[in-house]
């Protein structure tokens, strides 16, 4: 992507992720979207004067949680600090973050082919199974939302002050198909430990990107330029091909790379200019008085080890290892929680895990989008798979089986019987019917015995005809062969 | 530790005040003679000594939510609102 | 006699005894209100008809049923204003009650009258207030001290029975020292801070004003205890303080401090103070000499840490959601600028800017960073003290009441008043002023005992034995 040949693109991402919780960072209103303006808010998260932060337990485990979930080193004693500026979204002009000691520090994303845009999934870059290391996850408060008017703008303090976790990467990712993967990676991750609902769209998770290029082989960082404005995963991979062309292009014809932030702008497909940076801000970070260290040592590190879930990667081999679904199936899962419950649900009970795999990510999907909220029991698909395994039905039938599952949700078994099509398995019955084809076909008898072995298809056709589709197709054969060669 | 250039103006813009001349020059002075007194903190050695850590203790609030104000309270404060909106001057990044 | 001369002890027991009302003692305090405020100026706010109105439902049940209390006016009571003597404050009506103010509530106390302060607490005279200046009750040409100077003048002046105030730095203390009366700054995180607006909210603490040590225990006792909406206080149980006083301090080690008795220092304090200290010793106690070697550093320290965490505290006041607002700001910077430019006074200001100095890129490490290694260097003197003594005994302040105007021009030299008094807030222990002599011009000298973290119960042991033992706490101010 980066390479015009002798270029590569250097990027780290700061991704700031709104946590699942009840409540706000440090009081008790409800952290929700969408209450009416101004009705979530208490002292406290409007900066009233004499408030004081009461941190939420909840939230530091879960920051745990995700450290622990990327293999991050969780500080025993963590603290909080305040990030000084003035800004009418932030209530006290202070931001309660954290600096010199945040929650957790290092730790890794691996790359997993299958994050990757489905158009380089084949590539040396997506193959090369990459591990991102990150520098640290601390937690914070969230700002308030303004909007925009003729001549003011208008704040609305819901959101300030609920949980926010910054997740910051280091500069190791080298192509805008990489930060595609990194944030699907992250958001896989989030989802699996019930972190956050982490939709970019929705705005819960926000990603700011730092993005330089230099000549292929040279240790020293180009000039960074910071995007904002980025509001998709998608939008920050198109964001990064155009800005990375954009300085490729501008280094290449001799011209400076401006320290700036610069503004990905969707709808025209490139990168503004929104403000250069002449002076760094002077946040003068300082340990927050009005909080106690935190220990982790005590209780919280347990609590949310306790909650560790098997992690994308661990489930995806064992889905492949035990299950025998593919490689492609086992990412399809492992991106989507409640579709995997309702796999594992449905492939619990039956030996043809992989049947039913395909069953539900072929068929199933196509038609019931949303399986978590499907009349169909996920139970239903193992006994589906079952049915055709056992030679009860054939694979045309369970075909009919499946369209009438997905019309008139109820157990396979009782469709099989209440469409009539169970399998005629029973010799003797087999026999009856292969006699009388035989009787019938002449001219088919004759050329088999010459040695046209696809003449016993008109015989086996006749068969399934007079059986109505239930006989038993492999055993048909076997008795047809029979009779014929004795 | 020598005294150090303390320039008044840029710092009270960091704080968002705006001085008068008058204002600056007198803070100025008074300023300067109190962080001579309080460079005598150089002569203490402070090597071994961490930073003041209080006693961590897990007081830690649960995940449950508690009352907000009402709408009307959280802005009976507020000196510019417009449909439960606090209202500024327009922000331009 | 008025019952405004009265103690919250004493009118508990003639209000369980039936022998007075509520409404009588508002009425009996509005009417030295009436006489005196005019001079002394304790309050920015009153509204007597609303107190005599609650004096009517009070509860007597309830351990400070119907006895009212001044609130130092920069704790949030629910509905009422709470200025922090600025001008930035105009108009602020607080959405919430403080937890201290809260717990008063529940154990029935009333409220009288919001008290006069240094601009959100930062002083020591309450010259700094931007509603008018505070008058000594014993000398009106002189500062009451401060912060809390409304506080100790309204008790002291007989018009409050008590008063809340809150100590950075001394503000509790040294205005008590200076007016004559008992102020208690608990051990840091003993009392909730929740709803008193910050200055330094490391070295903050509530505490009372009150004419007795037994007033200042029965006011501890209901307003100490952690507290969820504040962090920092401390876990232990709510306890009852000084409930069976022996009025005995046999076989008590008092430390003195070398660093606290200084050549030169006013020669009547001394005498007071060492006079003190042999009474103690007369009655079983020992002296031991002890060494707070960081002393000297402590106001560099104080200075550095205070303003920093206020540079940041008083960074919400910005004219957006509450307050005072400049008019048609013409865009956002105008907006904070002449928000905060107009709205805070000139000392306000001076340690907005010191604060945020010291806490710049390139400065902090020097400052604010060394500031705090030496804060933990300070705090290691106490704890070695505390191995010799079980008490420290100090003077309050260097000096008695000065004249009002003295040492506005000169902030350095103001700083400097409260050197006896900082370095507790620096080390978080809990001490007490209580009166202990007087000058021969009629001024009040007040005697500092500092106990160990959370050793409350011995110092409010030693000072109830020391007051009961002399009669200082019964003069009346003159004015």
């Given amino acids: ?219 020293e960082f180009g000039t960074k330029v910071e995007l904002k404005n980025l509001n998709s995963i998608s939008g920050v991979r198109r964001a990064l091909v155009y800005e990375i062309a954009r300085q490729i292009a501008a280094v290449e014809k001799g011209e400076a790379i401006q320290h700036e932030t610069r503004r990905w702008d969707d709808e025209a497909g490139a990168t503004f200019t929104m403000r250069t940076k002449e002076k760094a801000h002077d946040y003068r970070y300082f340990p927050e008085p009005d909080l106690l260290p935190v220990r982790t040592d005590q209780g919280l590190r347990a609590a949310a080890e306790s909650g560790l879930p098997e992690l994308p990667a661990a489930l995806q081999d064992r889905l492949m290892r035990e299950n025998g679904v593919t490689a492609y199936q086992a990412s399809v899962l492992a991106a989507d929680r409640i579709l995997c419950t309702y796999y594992e649900k449905a492939a619990l009970g039956t030996q043809h895990k992989a049947v039913v795999a395909n069953w539900i990510l072929n068929d199933f999907l196509a038609t ?41 949700p109820s157990s396979p078994k009782a469709l099989v019987e209440k469409l009539g099509l169970a399998q005629i398995s029973d010799a003797s019955a087999l026999g009856v019917y292969c006699d009388e084809a035989i009787a019938a076909n002449p001219r088919s008898v004759e050329d088999y015995r010459a040695g046209k072995g696809n003449a016993i298809n008109a015989l086996k056709g006749f068969v399934m005809k007079k059986s109505q589709g239930k006989a038993n197709p492999a055993q048909v054969d076997e008795i047809l062969k029979a009779k014929l060669s004795a | 530790m020598s005294v150090p250039k303390l320039n008044v103006a840029d710092v009270a813009g960091l704080a968002r005040l705006s001085l008068t001349p008058d204002e600056t020059t007198k803070f100025s002075s008074q300023l300067s003679q109190i962080l001579a007194h309080m460079e005598t903190l150089g002569q203490i050695g402070t090597g071994d000594v961490p930073e003041v850590v209080p006693p961590a203790q897990p007081a830690l609030r649960k995940d449950i939510p508690t009352p907000s104000l009402t709408v009307e309270a959280a802005l009976s404060n507020a000196p510019a609102q417009s449909n439960d909106l606090i209202l500024v001057p327009k922000i331009v990044e | ?77 629910l509905g009422d204003p709470c200025t922090c003597s600025s001008k930035i404050l105009e ?83 040294q205005p008590a020292a200076l007016c004559g009366c008992v102020g208690l700054k608990p051990t840091y995180g003993r009392i909730s801070r929740y709803g008193l607006v910050a200055f330094a909210s490391s070295l903050d603490q509530i505490g009372p004003l009150t004419r ?55 020669a009547e304090t001394e005498a007071s103070i060492r006079s003190a200290a042999s009474w103690f010793e007369k009655n079983g106690a020992t002296l031991v000499e002890v060494s707070l070697p960081h002393t000297p550093a402590a106001i560099a320290v104080y200075y550095i840490l205070a303003t920093a965490e206020a540079s940041a505290n008083l960074a919400r006041f910005d004219g957006v959601r509450y307050g005072r607002r400049a008019v048609d700001p013409k865009d956002l910077l105008d907006l904070y600028q002449r928000t905060r430019s107009e709205g805070f006074g000139p000392e306000v200001k001076r340690r907005i800017i010191l604060g945020t100095f010291v806490l710049s890129q390139g400065y902090s490490d020097a400052f604010y960073r060394k500031a705090q290694k030496v804060r933990g260097l300070l705090r290691q003197d106490f704890e070695s003290a505390f191995t010799k003594c079980d008490l420290l005994l100090t003077p309050t302040s260097p000096e008695p009441a000065f004249p009002l105007g003295e040492r506005t021009q000169d902030p350095l030299k103001m700083y400097l008043a409260d050197v006896f008094t900082i370095s507790t807030n620096l080390a978080g222990n809990g001490a007490i002023s209580l009166p202990c002599g007087f000058t021969k011009s009629n001024l009040p000298i007040g005697l500092q005992l500092i106990g160990p973290r959370f050793g409350e119960e011995t110092m409010l042991g030693a000072a109830h034995a020391f007051e009961q033992a002399h009669d200082f706490w019964k003069r009346m101010p003159p004015v």
Wanted: aromatic fraction near 6%; charged fraction near 25%; glycine fraction near 10%.
């Fill in chain 1, 1 to 219: 992507m980066s390479s015009s040949g002798n270029w590569e693109a250097v990027i780290g991402l700061e991704v700031h992720v709104q946590l699942r919780t009840q409540t706000k960072m440090f009081c008790g209103c409800i952290n929700q979207y969408g209450g009416a303006p101004n009705s979530q808010v208490c002292p406290v998260c409007l900066g009233m004067p004499g408030s004081l932060p009461a941190p939420n337990e909840e939230a530091i485990r879960r920051t745990i949680l995700t450290g622990l979930m990327f293999g991050c080193r969780i500080a025993n004693v963590a603290r909080f600090d305040r990030k000084n500026y003035f800004y009418p979204d932030m209530p006290k002009n202070y931001q309660i973050s954290q600096f010199d000691d945040p929650l957790c520090a290092g730790g890794a994303v691996g790359l997993d082919p299958f994050l990757f845009p489905k158009d380089l999934q084949e590539t040396d870059e997506a193959k090369a199974k990459r591990s991102i290391r990150l520098t640290r996850i601390h937690l914070e408060e969230d700002v308030a939302k303004s909007f925009h008017y003729e001549e003011r703008s208008g704040i609305d303090f819901n959101r300030a002050g609920t949980p926010l976790m910054e997740i910051v990467s280091e500069a190791d990712l080298r192509t805008a198909g990489e930060a595609f993967a990194f944030l699907g990676s992250l958001r896989q991750v989030l989802l699996s430990g019930n972190v956050s609902d982490a939709d970019m769209e929705k705005g819960q998770m926000r990603c700011d990107v730092n993005v330089s290029v230099r000549p292929v082989g040279q240790k």
């Fill in chain 1, 368 to 408: 019931q989008p949303e399986p978590a909220s499907s009349p169909v029991r996920p139970e239903f698909f193992g006994e589906l798979a079952d049915l055709v395994a056992g030679g009860t039905i054939n694979s045309a039938q369970a075909k009919k089986v499946f369209a009438e599952l997905m019309a008139n």
């Fill in chain 3, 1 to 77: 006699m008025s019952l405004a001369h009265e103690t919250l002890a004493s009118l508990r027991r003639r209000l369980v005894a039936k022998e007075i009302h509520p409404r009588d003692i508002i009425k009996d305090l509005l009417a030295q209100i009436d006489a005196r405020e005019k001079t002394v100026h304790a309050f920015t706010h009153l509204d007597g008809q609303a107190a005599l109105a609650t004096a009517e439902k009070a509860d007597l049940s309830l351990p400070l049923g119907g006895l009212p209390i001044a609130l130092k006016d920069n704790l949030n009571a």
């Fill in chain 3, 91 to 173: 108009g602020y009506r607080a959405p919430y009650d403080a937890t201290a103010v809260a717990r008063l509530r529940q154990a029935g106390a009333l409220f009288l009258g919001r008290t006069n302060m240094d601009e959100f607490a930062m002083g020591s005279s309450t010259e700094n207030s931007a509603l008018g200046v505070t008058r000594n009750p014993w000398d009106s040409t002189r500062i009451p001290g401060g912060s809390s100077g409304g506080s100790a003048a309204a008790v002291a002046g007989r018009l409050a029975i008590a008063a809340l105030g809150s100590d950075t730095g001394g503000s509790i203390r």
């Fill in chain 3, 212 to 266: 007795t040590v037994e007033d200042s225990a029965l006011l501890l006792s209901a307003l100490a205890g952690h507290d969820p909406r504040d962090n920092t206080t401390d876990l232990r149980k709510p306890e009852t303080f000084l409930a069976k006083p022996t009025g005995s301090v046999k076989g008590l080690r008092i430390g003195l401090p070398k660093e606290y008795f200084l050549p030169g220092m006013n």
